[in-house]
Nanobody, 121 residues
Framework: QVQLVESGGGLVQAGGSLRLSCAAS????????MGWYRQAPGKQRELVAR???????NYVDSVKGRFTVSRDNAKNTVDLQMNSLKAEDTAVYYC???????????????WGQGTQVTVSS
């Protein structure tokens, strides 16, 4: 069993910053990739940022230059630093992990419980 605990959401004014954190624990052999998704009311969940085990990153175009994803492999944590926030960044943000639970296993996907980010204009 794998548990993901998210923290750091909240209410911020446009132009402000927030930092989201996600910590994973449990039966983890290795983590292939870690990332953040978001879902705004009435919209589909979308990938915001993702970072692989070798540090490669990708971002949705709308956050490039404003958001930075980072990970600590030793602590099994992934953070999302969000700067210059806009009203359209308002959503529930979900941590996502792609991991193997033992050597040679397939990839398993786990989600955090979600944390609300609200940006007031």
């Amino acid at each position: 069993q794998v548990q993901l605990v998210e923290s750091g959401g909240g209410l911020v004014q446009a132009g402000g910053s927030l930092r989201l954190s996600c910590a994973a624990s449990g039966s983890i052999f290795s983590i292939n990739a870690m990332g953040w998704y978001r879902q705004a009311p009435g919209k589909q969940r979308e990938l915001v940022a993702r970072i692989t085990s070798d540090g490669s990153t990708n971002y949705v175009d709308s956050v490039k230059g404003r958001f930075t994803v980072s990970r600590d492999n030793a602590k099994n944590t992934v953070d999302l630093q969000m700067n210059s926030l806009k009203a359209e960044d308002t959503a529930v943000y979900y941590c996502n992990l792609e991991l193997r639970i033992y050597s040679g296993s397939g990839l398993y996907f786990y989600w955090g419980q979600g944390t609300q980010v609200t940006v007031s204009s």
